[in-house]
């Protein structure tokens, strides 16, 4: 096991810091070693795999979660997935014990076996599932665990093993038992039909929650459950809404005379923080969900809006254009010691401020380009991770590695060819990659790991 | 090990300025003939961007594609500058149009949508849309219309007349527009 962690290390030591400029990136960029893993296809028996087939309609359960942990390893950038062709050992003897000699000749350092058998518990079906995480060069097993869950759940089963594995190997917490809700969007450009939407964070099991009837905005994860707060134009009253994804309630939060919008939840899931636009001054203001008492934060004839509060619930950050342009502000969370943290070239908007607490991460327009980037929490260390035509509205990964942000296409002499995608990059500025949506998609928010 | 990448990396400067070079000689010849063509070709492009000056006052809209009418003879709809939300000049007179109008149907009331254009956050539009609409609707009210006759609604930049990504299709979304709530 130690020699994995200190093949992790290396790797993290040859990534740049927070102090490296962008420019650096390009020439280090090759210098990363992906560690080789095999994902042993899951061992099914032929009396589980013909249950699941009626079932799941899946021809080998097994295979589809050793696909589901390879898929979730493999675009974290830090592993290199072996060919399932070219594993020499079956399946179910790999499982009770590797040859460790054999998984060596194919270069790999890691592997992961496993086995699916399906129980009966109180006359209902069930799978329980056993993984095993392997060190090759060590040549003995270093972690574990078997799980028995209901058959519709195997590939949060496949996204729990992903975690176990690179919490193991990283010494990070994983991301991988997660969901994302974003904006799913239709039709043409001066037309576009919105809907709110939620699938897996490997983009599967994609639900739409709302009709496109009206038009909704920036949906936003409540940190500790599965609440949503977002901007909702019902009945053309753009409103600050809380909608329960589980049961499909909701109700306005942000009933003021004016708009209310740009919400987000405090870390402790309990009051929602958001922009008040009245006879055209925009404020922010906080309301507490559990004594509905609502506060002006900020006192300002310019605009002000984009709070994020930091993880510990005692700052905010904002975006304001009181110095003539947007620009990036913190201040204490009861409004008071403002101060700006954006002095850079450009101007900046969405300010949102990464789990760890340490960083912040912004939109910049520099000319006539959108970047996404990050400083620290006093303005320093500013470091800009992509550059595009359009793209804007990051949000973090729960353990901080990655940002999601959305990126739109310039169109064309006509006005068309106009796109909206999901789009995610490390924290390093590596492994740019689109986010696979069934539609087309803004406004991302990443949940907390799911828990049970 | 610096030394060698050093070294390596003046090797491919020297290496990549070759090329650069070899491809830029061979292309001279080339490009007088390609500045002949393209003059001609300037030429007559020449109209269109003069039209594009007239469309264009610094960069608020001047022109009247997408305008629409609130009343015969009452245009709809105001532009803005890049981040601004100062009237000018014309849109000045529009509203005083819109006010007369209103003055004389006092029965109606209305809603003034305020947009954006697509070069900016969205949240941070969503408060230009209100403050833009809220400058028309200020304006209105200094020409006698009461303000429980004015409703505001901001669309930030979700609603572009012109699906274009050009400076002239911007400049026709940054508006506010006046329509008949009843």
Known sequence: MRKFLLIFVCIFLLKPGYSHSL????????NLDPLPISISPFFTDKITNAKIKKELDLDNLGLEISKVIENNLKKTGLFNTIDKESFLQKPDIAHLKPRFEDWALIKSQVLITGKVTSKIINDKDYI????????????????????????????????????KVYERLTGESGYFDTRIIYVAEEGPKTQRIKKLAIMDQDGFNTKYLTLGNELVLTPRFNPTNQMVTYLS??????????????????????????????????????????SLAKDGNSEIWVRNLETNIQEK?????????????SPDGKYITFNSDRSGYQQIYIMRSDGSNVKRISFGKGIYGTPVWSPRGDLI??????KGKFFIGVMRTDGTGERLLTENFYQEAPS????????????????????????????????????????????????????????? | MNLRKILNNVFLVVILGLIVTACATKKSVKTTTETSTTKAAETQKADPIEKLDALMQGDVYVGSDTVGELASGVPDR????????????????????????????????VVI????????????????????????KDYLMTYGVSSDRIQVLSYGKERPVDSGSNPLSWSKNRRSVTIKAN
């Open chain 1, 233 to 274: 134009y019902f009945r053309n009253m753009p409103r600050v809404y809380l909608l329960n994804i589980e049961t499909g309630k909701q109700e306005v939060v942000g009933d003021f005379p004016g708009m209310t919008f740009a919400p987000r939840f405090s870390p402790d899931g309990k009051k929602i923080i958001m």
């Open chain 2, 113 to 136: 949508e305020g947009h954006a254009d697509e070069r900016g956050t969205r949240e941070y539009n969503l408060a230009l849309g209100e403050r833009r609409a809220n400058a028309a």
């Open chain 1, 361 to 366: 991460a912004f939109t910049k327009l520099h």
């Open chain 2, 78 to 109: 105001v532009f803005f500058a890049t981040n601004e939300t100062i009237l000018t000049t014309a849109s000045r007179e529009t509203l005083r149009k819109q006010a007369a109008w209103l003055r004389q149907n006092s029965d109606v009331t």
């Open chain 1, 23 to 30: 420019v650096e990136i390009d020439i280090t960029r090759g």
């Open chain 1, 396 to 452: 973090w990964s729960p353990n901080g590695r990655i940002i999601i942000f959305y990126r739109e296409t310039k169109t064309d002499k006509k006005g068309e060819g106009f796109s909206a995608k999901l789009w995610s990059i490390d924290l390093t500025g590596y492994n740019e990659r689109l986010v696979k949506t069934e539609t087309d998609a803004s406004d991302p928010s990443w949940s907390s790991l799911l828990g049970n």
């Open chain 1, 297 to 309: 934060l900020t006192d300002h004839p310019s605009i002000d809006t984009s709070p994020s509060y």
């Open chain 1, 128 to 163: 329980r599932i056993e993984f095993k995480l392997w060190d090759i060069l060590g040549a003995k097993m270093v972690d574990g665990f078997s799980l028995t869950t209901v058959p519709t759940n195997w590939r949060r089963v496949g996204h729990k093993i992903s975690d």
